[in-house]
């Protein structure tokens, strides 16, 4: 077997789950009309909440000074119309093959190595149901609704694949674990390594009814505005929308997707997954969880590519899902 002295300057992955943007419905649960939920425009007058400076603080004139400033906002919301008290979000998800090769990579002898590990991997099918059972809960447990499925009285999961169709009481299963299984986890578990190791092509149709309350609001996602101009006029928040009707962007469900990774060290302490990322960011909590050099990506790559060492298997699942995730991982000749 040839020396590999470092990686490659050009290499990159495409993702293997294309996930379409997710669009809001509603319906009332003693009814079947469904219609989409729109986004309406508010102009509030909040109060000042925001931490102040110690000078005024400190001074009660000055605070009241303050507070009496009108807090002038213009934003987007999104709700359920009185009669209705269900929403209901609908995606889809394709599965792309795995077939160890990357997309692009401009060193043969590295790809060939990088093909010769992932092939053994994938030769044990166990390997990669292993990442796929944890896609299927993920889906199941609709951790992808975010901040939907906080406060929701019921939540039911749909999944279709051709003419089968599965169901999912998405609230009875855990978002911390991915011990739990049943019959049609198992199944969609097999439609998703099916769909990676080139069985057969798979899209599935993803579909939550989650009942929230009558005329309750949604959380669609919301818009990252860059530049938010000083006008009385600027919209301070902007919600997304797909031809109208409110919707998830498919960055955020991909992001919860492959919220799979309890192999990062700090998981003992946590118990709680983090996305598949090569340094195991987590923005909310401005946090990398694999900050060290025997768990970080690139240097477990590097070892088990490069260096032709061995992993343990929770490695090679988490070296795997970061391919399958995608991504630009070539090394910079430039220091």
């Known amino acids: 077997m040839s020396n590999l002295k470092k990686a490659p300057s050009v290499l990159a992955f495409e993702r293997k789950l294309d996930i379409s943007d997710a669009v809001f419905f509603q319906k009332n649960s003693t ?78 002898a590295y790809q060939a190595r990088l093909k010769e590990k992932v092939q053994e991997y994938l030769k044990d099918e166990t390997n990669i149901q292993v990442i796929a059972a944890r896609y299927a809960m993920n889906i199941a447990n609709a951790r992808w609704l975010w901040r939907n499925r906080v406060g929701a009285e019921s939540i039911q999961v749909t999944v279709k694949f051709k003419d089968e169709r599965l169901g999912f009481d998405a609230k009875a299963l855990p978002l911390s674990n991915f011990e739990t299984t049943n019959p049609d986890l198992e199944k969609l578990t097999k439609w998703i390594s099916d769909g990676l190791l080139s069985k057969e092509f798979v899209i599935l149709y993803i579909s939550a ?15 990252l505005v860059l530049d938010t101009g000083s006008g009385k006029g600027t919209k301070s928040k902007i919600l997304y929308a797909v031809d109208g009707k409110a919707g998830m962007h498919s960055q955020k469900i991909g992001n919860a997707i492959r919220t ?20 195991g960011a987590v923005t909310t909590l401005g946090k990398a969880f694999r900050n060290s050099k025997d768990s970080m990506f690139y240097s477990l790559f590097d070892d088990w590519i490069i260096k032709n060492k061995d992993l343990s298997p929770e490695q090679q699942h988490y070296v795997i899902a ?12 430039k220091e």
Do not use: H, M
């Not at 060290?265 to 946590?270: G, L, R, S």
């Open 31 to 108: 009814g079947s009309e469904i219609k989409a939920v729109v986004l309406n425009e508010k102009a509030v007058r909040g109060t000042i909440s925001n931490r102040l400076k110690n000078i005024i603080v400190n001074d009660p004139a000055k605070l009241d000074a303050e507070i009496e400033k009108a807090n002038l906002q213009r934003v987007d919301a999104a709700a359920l119309n009185p009669e209705n008290d269900t929403l209901i979000v609908k995606w889809s998800l394709k599965v792309l093959p795995f077939k160890a090769e990357p997309n692009v990579c401009n060193d043969q």
């Open 260 to 279: 799979i990774d309890t192999w990062y060290p700090a998981y003992v302490d946590n118990q709680f997954p983090i996305a598949i990322e090569p340094y």
């Open 209 to 223: 009814e989650v009942k929230v309350g009558y005329g309750q609001e949604v959380y669609p996602s919301q818009e």
């Open 322 to 333: 970061v391919l399958l995730r995608g991504g630009v991982f070539g090394e910079s000749g």
